[in-house]
């Protein structure tokens, strides 16, 4: 008896194990994942935050604000501008005599101009703007670094535009200190920008000399030094006793977690609520500099997820956003009113309290002797005390989409390691190349077609809709669902054409196989660069890509099949995370009425894929390039 065994008895038996317990194994790690996710906010696996950075040392420093006059002062300057005249006399040009003529420093306009990209013409949709901008040059530096100070001019509200007329002020205050005080280190620049997210793109282009198609402003006339961070505030009340605290930024990106942990830290000192943009906690303890809450589970994984839903859009949250795409690291300062006061000595102290923690996290970023570095870039947030590293949730990740890769590694075996192939007896390859072409190659050329069509096709939709008379939300809406349809029709048209000649199994094995390498391609990719949006389509595409592959012959499982694969659509499966969202996290109940979801669904359609292509957000060309061909090619696999 030999003792030797050969590589192909090898890869037989691991063959023979791989189709044995793939199944199992496939179950037991799809599920120990989702509940793997589910547990990561628990006490037992969670951590709390910290500052990694020494040099920041919050809430160390003694503030030089004193008083409320000042604040209340120009509040109210800016508050009387903005009722007289229709609020036309609260606009940059203000706030740039302000800085220039009042408190003296070096001030600047810049005009800007938005084009739409989808207008017919060059001179229709064309919106102009103007930002004010101003430096507060750090005395005892030579101004190599700064830091950038926003606030947009206006704020979006439900029904109208809502002035930032506090977050204005601040940045008076702090152009103050900044020409009078000796400590800085970096200069400051204070930027009020105009049309919120237009118009702090078109600041942050001229300043890096970037170009982009639909913004276009004037060069800026002064420069400061290398940005090393940029804090945005939003205030749409000045009675404000919470801050929130926005985080989300392009395409995924997050900041230093260092900064973040600042902030919290130096309003936990001044005995201030502060937390995640609606955070909901059990516990808000401020009785102790070091002391955190406990870990409430329920609230911490809804946190989790809700900030993973901003996340998975590629939208920014707020303004900070775009600084991310340049390796600044910034966040949103947003004042809210969770119970109002009539006293106004409380009202004082929250305006103080207020200024205090803007200027006391400038101060410690003043500190830092280089860029943020030393803490995560990769994180989720429970709470605002408590954060989930990378290394945490990754795990959970390859365990929902472990399926996958076992269905990947069986069909890599059972074509690789036939050794009676039906090609190779009748030495045949042509007949081969034909069931390929017909299995596999006419599937994704049609498939990734009509992806390319979605990808290129916006801007002749509302060229359709505006024939017909459509508004541009509708028109966009309509022509994405009738490509929809025509997916869901391609079956049946080419069903001949899906049809081998040869040995149909080996040829829709390589199909199969092909179709889920694409997948995990894809969900791979996305993960390092989006791990939200990577997260919520591998949760539910994993399950769905193997029952589409899957043969069954009981009428009622092909039925259920195929409905699943209808909900597998990206629009349909997205908008009912939408519709899930509105429910859960914006107490919008669009369950009773269908038709006001459908105008809600399409507004907000419109925005997105108007604001992909103004702000270089690749969310939209991602799905319509790579998903939407996939489960095009999943679904036409479906029917054979």
């Not at 120009?74 to 040009?93: I, P, Q, R, S, V």
């Not at 198609?213 to 940029?230: C, Y």
């Not at 919008?588 to 997105?608: A, D």
Request: glycine share 6%; proline share 3%; with cysteine.
């Amino acid at each position: 008896m030999s003792l030797y065994k050969s590589d192909s008895d090898n890869k037989t038996k691991l063959f023979e194990n791989v189709i044995k317990f793939g199944p199992v194994l496939s179950i037991l790690g799809y599920l120990s994942g989702i509940v793997y996710f589910s547990l990561l906010p628990h006490e037992s696996l969670i951590h709390g935050t910290y500052i990694s950075e020494n040099a920041l040392l919050p809430g160390l420093v003694t503030s030089d604000i004193y008083s409320t006059d000042s604040i209340f002062n120009y509040y109210h300057f800016l508050k009387d501008a903005y009722e007289n005249n229709g609020g036309k006399g609260y606009n940059a040009e203000l706030i740039h005599d302000i800085f220039a003529n009042k408190l003296k420093i070096e001030s600047y306009t810049q005009n800007f101009n938005l084009s739409n990209p989808f207008s017919n013409s060059e001179t229709d949709g064309i919106t102009s703007g103007t930002n004010a901008y101003a430096f507060g040059r750090a005395q005892r530096a030579d101004g190599t670094e700064s830091i950038v100070i926003s606030a947009p001019i206006y704020l979006s509200g439900k029904k109208k535009k809502i002035p930032n007329l506090f977050g204005i002020s601040q940045l008076f205050i702090l152009a103050d200190l900044a020409k009078t005080r000796p400590y800085w280190a970096k200069d400051l620049i204070f930027v009020a920008t105009d049309m919120e997210h237009v118009g702090i793109q078109a600041w942050i282009n001229s300043y890096f000399e970037a170009h982009s198609d639909s913004i276009k402003g004037e060069n800026l006339r002064a420069r400061g030094g290398s940005i090393q961070a940029a804090l945005n505030l939003e205030f749409s009340d000045i009675n404000t006793n919470k801050l929130e605290i926005k985080l989300e930024g392009p395409n995924g990106k997050l900041p230093n977690l260092d900064l973040f942990n600042t902030i919290i830290r130096i309003c936990k000192s001044m005995q201030f609520e502060c937390s995640l943009e609606s955070e909901k906690s059990a516990n808000s303890d401020f009785s102790y500099y070091h002391n955190r809450p406990p870990v409430d589970h329920v609230s911490g994984l809804i946190n989790t997820v809700n900030m993973m839903l901003k996340q998975a859009t590629g939208v920014p949250s707020s303004l900070n956003g775009y600084f991310l795409n340049y390796r600044i690291e910034a966040l949103t300062i947003s004042g809210t009113r969770t119970s109002f006061s009539s006293k106004r000595s409380q009202q004082k102290q929250n305006v103080l309290k207020t200024t205090r923690i803007v200027e006391s996290t400038l101060r410690s970023v003043n500190n830092l002797l280089e860029r943020f570095h030393q803490s995560f870039f990769f994180y989720l947030l429970p709470s605002s005390h408590y954060y989930i590293s990378i290394g945490m949730y990754m795990p959970a990740f390859g365990l929902i989409f472990l399926p996958v890769l076992i269905k990947i590694l069986s069909l890599w075996f059972e074509i690789f390691s036939n050794k009676k192939s039906t090609y190779s007896d009748r030495n045949d390859s042509g007949l081969l190349i034909l069931d390929l072409l017909k299995c596999v190659i006419i599937k994704f050329m049609i498939s990734f077609l009509f992806g390319i069509v979605l990808y290129l096709g916006t801007p002749f939709f509302l060229m359709f809709g505006k024939k017909f008379q459509l508004s541009p939300k509708d028109a966009l809406m309509n022509c994405y669902l009738a490509m929809m349809a025509n997916i869901l029709m391609t079956p049946f048209i080419f069903r001949s054409k899906f049809s081998s000649s040869g040995n149909k199994t080996e040829a829709e094995n390589i199909n199969k196989l092909i179709i889920l390498l694409f997948l995990t391609i894809f969900v791979g990719t996305i993960s390092i660069l989006n791990f939200s949006l990577s997260f919520f389509v591998a949760i539910f595409y994993s399950p769905i890509a193997l029952l589409a592959i899957q043969n069954v012959q009981n009428r009622l499982a092909k039925f259920f099949k195929l409905a699943m694969m209808v909900v597998a659509c990206p629009i349909v499966y997205f908008s009912f995370i939408y519709l899930l969202n509105q429910y859960f996290f914006e107490n919008k109940n669009f369950f009773t009425n269908p038709g006001q979801f459908y105008v809600s669904l399409s507004e907000k359609f419109y925005n997105f894929v108007l604001f992909s292509q103004i702000s270089q957000i690749w969310t939209y060309e991602m799905i319509n390039l790579f998903l939407v061909p996939i489960w095009s090619a999943l679904w036409i696999t479906a029917f054979n």
